[in-house]
């Protein structure tokens, strides 16, 4: 009897042993586990820039400003609202010194994130206005081409060393029940053609 669907069974049981082990490994080594602040990276770690926090009273605004490096790469931008609240609401609108527009952004969720190419280097101005009925403490978050931020090419980021890993773990069990089943199934369609052979012997 052909064991095929055995050794692919084996084969998924396998793989989600090695991913559960990945994921026990990454939450082992970090000292206070899931839950902790040096687990899953903040939205600042994922910028190169963060501007420091600034209270707007509400119906008020507050502009900041970023200087960019370089000219045609995305400029990556975010704001995060610290102390966020189920009716707080923004509107980011971003211009340069010249007056030019980049659009204008209403956003109601504690984190937007958005991005633009740079046309030239340049200072760009982004008016937060506070559309909410209370005062709101925000940050904003640069970051000039993503591709090379910290989060991605720093060894020791909270990016780097366990939410890469993890995805892979969770890929790697995902791929292993499904080897899982198709072992299954296998096993089964064997045992069928066995089955029926054994009739005519």
């Known amino acids: 009897m052909k064991k095929r669907g055995f050794y692919v069974v ?7 042993i090695a991913a559960m082990g990945v994921a026990y490994s990454i939450t082992a080594n970090s000292s206070e586990g899931l839950s902790g602040n040096d ?3 903040s939205p600042e770690s994922m910028f190169d820039s963060v501007s420091e926090q600034v209270t707007i009273d509400a119906g008020n605004a507050y502009s900041f400003s970023h200087t960019t490096n370089t000219a045609q790469v995305p400029l990556m931008w975010g704001v995060h609202i610290i102390d966020y609240k189920g009716d707080d609401s923004v509107t980011i609108s971003i211009s340069n010194i010249f007056g030019d527009k980049f659009g204008s952004f209403t956003e109601n ?3 937007f994130i958005k991005s633009f190419t740079i046309p030239k280097i340049d200072t760009y101005n982004f ?6 009925k209370s005062p709101v403490t925000l940050k904003m978050m640069f970051t000039e081409n993503p591709e090379k931020s910290k989060a991605l090419t720093d060894p020791n980021s909270p990016f780097v060393k366990n939410i890469i890993p993890l995805a892979a773990a969770g890929f790697l069990l995902m791929i292993g029940i499904i080897t899982i089943i198709v072992g299954i199934i296998l096993a089964v369609v064997d045992w069928k ?6 009739r005519y012997i």
């Open 193 to 198: 053609k066995g089955k029926n052979q054994s």
């Open 109 to 111: 969720d504690p984190i």
């Open 39 to 41: 687990f899953l990276p």
């Open 127 to 132: 008016n937060v206005e506070n559309n909410g």
């Open 10 to 16: 084996i084969a998924g049981a396998s793989m989600i």
